[in-house]
């Protein structure tokens, strides 16, 4: 090879990886990072980043380089040089890369085993996931429609799932987990970012999927400790008048239905803002057409709506009042 | 034409008089016979569904689920088939008639009429899975548009959200198992007998039965949408227990689908090997054979070990759909992630199923238009050898937040690492082949170019999944969706272009339109990049995949996505037109265009019907570019045909 054309090589090879490196480094590819297992991660993803770069600079100097410098004339029909082959850039490039994955695998797993490690002041939260809602379960036994995490302590997420399988996803978090029926799987999180981050169903889990979303909040110890306290009244004196309203928001009804009294707008099921209505072409009295709805879905299904989309399970997660409270709040709310 | 040029078509149906006109309509083989074959079987199996549950004493006698599966999906496809005639052959001899002599009559196209019906001529059934998969191309991006147009607003409810989940579900099971793994049938039931010097497949009547189960599963696919309660709309992964006790009846159109377009691909797999195996020209031993043919070998054998593993898995959740067992619901003891096991466990081989031929591809196409030999020929091979075996150690790395036992993420991340080195290996060798060559920038060139410049960037991204850490974070967002199409649109679909231009003169005889061909690679790339790029970027800020809905913040990024995707559609019209009007007018086609070694461009274009007068003596490597003397093989020359153009050697 000739001085020149190694000169010209490592030109391009620069320009290129110059530009892949101005891509990385303009666009902000990730979102903040609200953990301490995040910010390990985005380690990862930049070292891994990094190496990318280099090859892809190493190939695209070589191929363009080609491009330009070996075009044949559209009337030169000779034949190239007959190279076979060479062994010692054969192993070279066999060997390389197998190191640079090596580093790779290596950073990964112990990445991995720290993020996996358990801290000893740990908070368990039972995550309850079904279609299309999340159940936050503390220790004190109250639970919560969106997750409350106290800042700077590890929490430990144990998942169940009551129907298909659901998965967490919490960007700012880094964290991603399948929830399976039938396991309990658990992931680590340590917040070190007050905030309030988007809590996401990424596993397809049917028609309500895009809609299966919670929030966690991150908030300062003090507050953490305030809010369980408060919640613990609220749990053990509920007022009369919220109370529909608290089981409507909790139990996610908002993910797949529109209810302007709620300020929620999904489409995913019927309207229950024109639920008198819909009592009227099913025949029945408004009251017992909503308790039977919730209890027993597939009893009557308004047209244009599949059948056993609606979780079968409130029946039974409700209690007798509960229920009441809820037929009661979407009877007098329905259209307001 | 050639010495066969025999016209006994007649022969495979029943005659009588000149008056029987209607009755050979009606049992002679072809699309009538299979129109009422297939309600006659699709009645029997109604009739024995029904019997046997009055006799079982199960209520309701008519349950829809069983009947659709029986009669519809099972036998009436059977029926299908035994009408369009790929079963004939067979059942004279099983029922003891007398064998007729092989007449060759179901061999060989004479006119357009022959591609419609049961052919053993592997030409021609290499033609007739192009143009299919083609179609089922069409279509299936027609519902990724279908797809964008419902996301280019974040809150549009332009499609109800069954419809959506089918529309993205369809889309993949299309282009997967109805495009890019039957095209590259496709291409290679063409070259690979013509490459190995063989006068067709080893086993001709399997090699049509083969085409024929394609069209049954894609219309399958699609008919989906038809069915009451709409498509299957839990993914082309069908997760259970999502796909297997929470889906309407489309769900089992697509177990099903994926059962008869499995089958194909196995019996065409099995039918390459024993060709590669047992028919190679003499000389043509294994460290001659081309690249493509090594191609074919390794991806044989990976679709011979890993499909009936997607057929269990669809087996035991159309079980658990139809007849309520538990393989996967847990109240009733499943095991949830045994489904995923079972499913990547072949799903993972089938993404090197659908990559290895293009390897083969590209290493032709680059050795030929840079007129150099290809570099590291035995380590290009062995490196294949090596992603097969290795291939089959990786599945996991689909499910490393899946649940399953913590400790296997990082063997299995290992192995996905070091999958690279041979990928690495086979690009290197290629732009190795490149360094010092004579370059010819014709559209096959270009597509291959474009499909190495794209690899690697679906590749690095690979890299980037594999570590588990980086995965835990972007698993199931778009951009996994970016990476896929980096490596399965800019890697398979880039080559299968490669391929149909590069053998397009061989299989019409005609020459394409060049410049049409190079607008059309152009839109295409930069469609493409446009359209999938930005993909990264909205997958690693957190927007998850196979959703209809998602946050403000990702609007104008999806809208920008949706414009260029329409883009990148249209450039498939320039490709239909050039094939189309090229196919019709193009300039006649030389036998060997592109100065080629390898044996296909040895014979005229198209080849004559049993490719070889005589068995071709094969004497050296296929990629002697360069190399002064050198020869593939010897061709003993022919008295019947016209003209015969000889490879200069």
């Known amino acids: 090879m000739r001085r020149g054309s190694i000169a010209s090589l490592l030109g391009i090879g620069i320009v290129a990886g110059g530009i892949a490196a101005a891509v990385a480094l303009a666009i902000p590819w990730l979102p903040v990072s609200a953990s301490k297992e995040a910010g390990r991660i985005d380690f990862v993803f930049w070292f891994v980043v990094t190496i990318c770069i280099v090859v892809f600079a190493v190939v695209a100097a070589v191929m363009l380089y080609s491009i330009v410098r070996f075009r044949a004339a559209p009337d030169d029909d000779s034949d190239g040089p007959p190279i076979h082959g060479h062994t010692g850039l054969e192993i070279t490039w066999t060997l390389i890369p197998t190191v640079l994955v090596t580093a790779i695998g290596i950073t990964s797993a112990i990445v991995l085993s720290r993020n996996d490690a358990l801290a000893k002041n740990t908070l368990r939260i039972n995550v309850i996931a079904q279609q299309f809602t999340w159940t936050f379960k503390y220790p004190s036994g109250l639970t919560s429609a969106s997750l409350m995490l106290p800042n700077e302590r590890e929490v430990q997420l144990r998942f169940q799932s009551k129907d298909v399988i659901h998965a967490f996803f919490v960007p700012q978090f880094r964290e991603n987990e399948d929830i399976v029926p039938g396991l309990i799987t658990s992931i680590n999180v340590t917040p070190t970012r007050i905030g309030t981050y988007p809590v996401i169903c990424n596993e397809l889990c049917g028609l309500g999927h895009s809609t299966m979303r919670s929030t966690a909040v991150v908030m300062a110890p003090a507050a953490f400790d305030k809010w369980l306290k408060s919640q613990s009244k609220a749990v053990t004196s509920p007022s009369a008048g919220t109370a529909g309203a608290a089981i409507f928001k909790n139990n996610g009804c908002g993910a797949c239905h529109t209810l302007t009294a709620a300020g929620t707008t999904g489409k995913v099921g019927p309207d229950l803002d024109k639920l008198p209505a819909e009592a009227q072409q099913a025949g029945q009295p408004l009251a017992s057409f909503v308790h039977t709805s919730i209890v027993d879905p597939n009893a009557y299904i308004q047209p244009g709506y599949p059948k056993n989309v609606m979780p079968q399970t409130f029946g039974k997660a409700l209690s007798t009042q509960q229920l009441d409270a809820l037929v009661t709040y979407l009877t007098t709310s329905s259209g307001k | 034409m050639t010495t066969a040029t025999l016209d006994h078509h007649d022969l495979t149906a029943p005659t009588g008089g000149g008056g029987n006109t209607v009755r050979r309509l009606l ?44 009669s519809l999906l099972v036998a009436g496809p059977l029926g299908f088939l035994a009408g369009i005639g790929a079963f004939d052959y067979w059942t004279y001899y099983a029922l003891g008639f007398p064998t007729r002599a092989e007449d060759h009559s179901g061999h060989g196209a004479r006119s357009w009429r022959d591609y419609f019906r049961v052919n053993t001529d592997h030409k021609v059934i290499g033609v007739q899975y192009l143009v299919t998969t083609i179609f089922f191309f069409i279509v299936g991006g027609f519902l990724a548009m279908l797809v964008r147009v419902q996301l280019a607003r974040p809150n549009s409810h332009f499609f109800d959200p069954q419809t959506y989940n089918g529309l993205f579900s369809v889309h993949a099971s299309l282009m997967i198992f109805l495009f890019v793994i039957p095209a590259f049938a496709g291409l290679a039931n063409f070259v690979v007998p013509l490459m190995l010097g063989a006068p067709d497949m080893a086993f001709p009547r399997l090699n049509a039965l083969s085409f024929w189960l394609l069209p049954i599963a894609g219309i399958m696919m699609l008919s989906s949408f038809i069915v009451p309660g709409g498509a299957f709309a839990c993914g082309w992964t069908g997760y259970a227990p999502l796909c297997s006790s929470h889906q309407p009846l489309g769900a089992i159109f697509f177990n099903q689908g994926v059962q008869w377009a499995g089958a194909s691909s196995i019996m065409t797999a099995l039918n390459f090997l024993v060709t590669i195996i047992t028919m190679r020209a003499p000389g043509l031993t294994f460290w001659r054979m081309p690249l493509l043919v090594w191609a074919n070998f390794t991806t044989s054998l990976l679709v011979v070990i890993a499909t009936p593993f997607i057929a269990g898995s669809q087996f035991f959740s159309m079980f658990d759909h139809v007849m309520h067992t538990s393989f996967f619901n847990t109240s009733g003891g499943g095991y949830p992630l045994g489904y995923q096991h079972i499913f990547w466990f072949y799903s993972h081989p089938a993404v090197y199923i659908m990559m290895l031929p293009g390897f083969g591809i590209v290493s032709e196409v680059i050795s030929v238009f840079s007129r150099k030999p290809i570099f590291g020929y035995r380590l290009m091979a062995l490196s294949l050898m090596a992603i097969v075996v290795l291939g089959f150690s990786v599945w996991a790395h689909h499910m490393f937040t899946s649940g ?10 290992v192995t996905t690492l070091l999958i690279a080195v041979p990928t690495g290996i086979k690009i290197f060798s290629w732009l190795a082949t490149m360094w010092e060559g004579k370059l010819h920038f014709n559209t096959p060139m270009l597509f291959a170019l474009g499909f190495i410049s794209m ?3 679906g590749g690095l991204s690979g890299i980037m999944l594999g570590a588990v850490p980086i995965d835990i974070h972007v698993t199931d967002t778009y951009f996994v969706v970016a990476h896929l199409h980096y490596v399965l649109f800019g890697g398979s679909v880039f080559t299968i272009f490669a391929g149909i231009y590069y053998w397009y003169p061989k299989m019409t005889g005609r020459m394409y339109d060049e410049r049409l061909g190079k607008l059309h690679f152009w839109l295409t790339f930069v469609g493409f990049n446009l359209t999938f790029f930005p993909m990264h970027i909205i997958g690693t800020e957190g927007m998850p995949r196979r959703v209809a809905e998602y946050a403000p913040k990702f609007a104008s990024m999806n809208m920008f996505i949706s414009l260029a995707s329409f883009g990148l559609g249209a450039s498939v019209l320039v490709f239909l037109y ?49 190399v002064p003397g050198a020869q593939h093989a010897v061709l003993a020359p022919s008295p019947t045909h016209e003209v015969e153009e000889v490879a200069a050697p």
């Open chain 2, 27 to 70: 049992l002679g083989a072809g699309f009538i016979r299979a129109a009422w074959m297939f309600c006659l079987f699709g009645a029997i199996g109604f009739g024995l569904v029904v019997v046997f549950r009055w006799w079982g004493g199960w209520h309701p006698l008519f349950d829809m689920q069983p009947i659709t599966l029986v």
């Open chain 2, 404 to 413: 399953m036992s913590s400790w296997l993420r990082v063997p299995m991340m």
């Open chain 2, 455 to 457: 690899f690697v960037i």
């Open chain 2, 578 to 626: 050039n094939v189309i009007t090229s196919w019709k007018n193009g300039p006649i086609a030389p036998s060997n265009p592109w100065r080629a070694l390898t044996l296909e461009w040895q014979v005229t274009s198209p080849p004559p019907i049993f490719n070889f007068d005589q068995i071709p003596q094969v004497v050296g490597s296929p990629y002697e570019y360069g």
